[in-house]
């Protein structure tokens, strides 16, 4: 194996959460990627991993044939069946899985787990929220016509099984943001793939002549926001959205939605990244406050060990 440059192939069921974070582990390893979406024929497509046997035949993509990965990064549920169907039938590849795979893990090399997870154990790497491919420093050209000046992107989620997000919420989030509004800032608002149309439309409704909005169509300025805000506002429904605004190293405020039960995952998310001096509730500002954090950059840390354990294991053999 090229340790500088391996052969990877990245395994996810399509999903644009999953591809970002595979491919963030994936970038800070090499360049030689291959993405392959994960299809599973019924009733594998449907159960959770370790309840039927895996075969070859479960597996309704064409796997590339031509070539042995050296390490195989998967992320997802369907994804699950894959890695191990890959390890089994190459023993000395690598396989990395993203997030809790709900079974052992024994039938990984490694699996990289949110500390909000609380997962632990000798092959497994603890992150700081979710990995994502944003670095750093990057030089996105401007030709969104948004003005960066003291920028305020508002991040929008939706409702999921541990949070309401209702059309109360929605106006009490609003009449916050408009507090905001000043001649010294600009606004950008950027919905998500989970928020509704009745969402989509009091946003519209409430705040379209105070900021810029984007509802889905067109070209998405999310990067850009990521690179070029001064502040962030996101919904407390997405760990990973607030992961991937912390590259940026300046303030987010989080708005607290209604859980409709306890989650004890988001609760330790959520903890985690307020005592890191990254994140402060939204719900009780008076005012915007300006504060500077370390940029979490979990992707290159993370790739770093690895590399580190795939030398030492190399020498010890």
């Given at each position: 194996?090229?340790?500088?440059?391996?052969?990877i192939w990245s395994l996810t069921d399509g999903s644009q959460g999953m591809i970002s974070q595979t491919k963030g582990l994936a970038n800070e390893l090499s360049v030689n990627i291959?993405?392959?979406?994960?299809?599973?024929?019924?009733?594998?497509?449907?159960?959770?991993?370790?309840?039927?046997?895996?075969?070859?035949?479960?597996?309704?993509?064409?796997?590339?044939?031509?070539?042995?990965?050296?390490?195989?990064?998967?992320?997802?549920?369907?994804?699950?069946?894959?890695?191990?169907?890959?390890?089994?039938?190459?023993?000395?590849?690598?396989?990395?899985?993203?997030?809790?795979?709900?079974?052992?893990?024994?039938?990984?090399?490694?699996?990289?787990?949110?500390?909000?997870?609380?997962?632990?154990?000798?092959?497994?790497?603890?992150?700081?929220?979710?990995?994502?491919?944003?670095?750093?420093?990057?030089?996105?050209?401007?030709?969104?016509?948004?003005?960066?000046?003291?920028?305020?992107?508002?991040?929008?989620?939706?409702?999921?099984?541990?949070?309401?997000?209702?059309?109360?919420?929605?106006?009490?989030?609003?009449?916050?943001?408009?507090?905001l509004k000043s001649h010294n800032n600009e606004i950008l608002v950027l919905t998500s793939r989970r928020t509704n149309k009745e969402i989509m439309h009091i946003l519209k409704k409430?705040?379209?002549?105070?900021?810029?909005?984007?509802?889905?169509?067109?070209?998405?300025?999310?990067?850009?926001?990521?690179?070029?805000?001064?502040?962030?506002?996101?919904?407390?429904?997405?760990?990973?959205?607030?992961?991937?605004?912390?590259?940026?190293?300046?303030?987010?405020?989080?708005?607290?939605?209604?859980?409709?039960?306890?989650?004890?995952?988001?609760?330790?998310?959520?903890?985690?990244?307020?005592?890191?001096?990254?994140?402060?509730?939204?719900?009780?500002?008076?005012?915007?406050?300006?504060?500077?954090?370390?940029?979490?950059?979990?992707?290159?840390?993370?790739?770093?060990?690895i590399k580190k354990r795939i030398i030492e294991r190399k020498n010890e053999s």
């Amino acid at each position: 194996m090229n340790i500088d440059n391996p052969k990877i192939w990245s395994l996810t069921d399509g999903s644009q959460g999953m591809i970002s974070q595979t491919k963030g582990l994936a970038n800070e390893l090499s360049v030689n990627i291959k993405e392959i979406k994960t299809e599973i024929i019924f009733p594998w497509n449907k159960l959770q991993p370790g309840i039927l046997p895996i075969f070859s035949w479960l597996f309704k993509n064409k796997l590339p044939i031509d070539e042995i990965p050296d390490l195989v990064i998967s992320c997802g549920r369907k994804s699950v069946y894959l890695s191990i169907y890959l390890k089994k039938k190459y023993p000395n590849i690598i396989n990395i899985h993203i997030q809790n795979p709900k079974i052992s893990s024994k039938n990984f090399s490694y699996i990289i787990a949110p500390n909000h997870d609380g997962l632990y154990g000798d092959n497994i790497i603890n992150s700081c929220g979710a990995i994502h491919p944003f670095k750093q420093f990057n030089n996105l050209k401007n030709h969104y016509k948004i003005n960066t000046k003291n920028l305020i992107t508002c991040i929008i989620g939706g409702e999921n099984n541990h949070y309401n997000f209702a059309k109360e919420n929605t106006l009490d989030l609003c009449r916050r943001i408009k507090k905001l509004k000043s001649h010294n800032n600009e606004i950008l608002v950027l919905t998500s793939r989970r928020t509704n149309k009745e969402i989509m439309h009091i946003l519209k409704k409430e705040l379209s002549t105070i900021s810029t909005l984007w509802l889905g169509e067109g070209e998405n300025p999310y990067e850009f926001a990521i690179y070029n805000s001064s502040y962030f506002i996101i919904t407390s429904d997405s760990t990973s959205m607030i992961s991937e605004a912390s590259i940026s190293g300046k303030p987010i405020y989080v708005y607290q939605l209604p859980m409709k039960r306890k989650s004890k995952r988001f609760i330790r998310f959520h903890e985690e990244f307020k005592k890191m001096n990254i994140t402060r509730d939204f719900n009780t500002l008076d005012k915007l406050e300006n504060w500077t954090y370390t940029k979490l950059e979990e992707s290159k840390r993370i790739a770093g060990i690895i590399k580190k354990r795939i030398i030492e294991r190399k020498n010890e053999s």
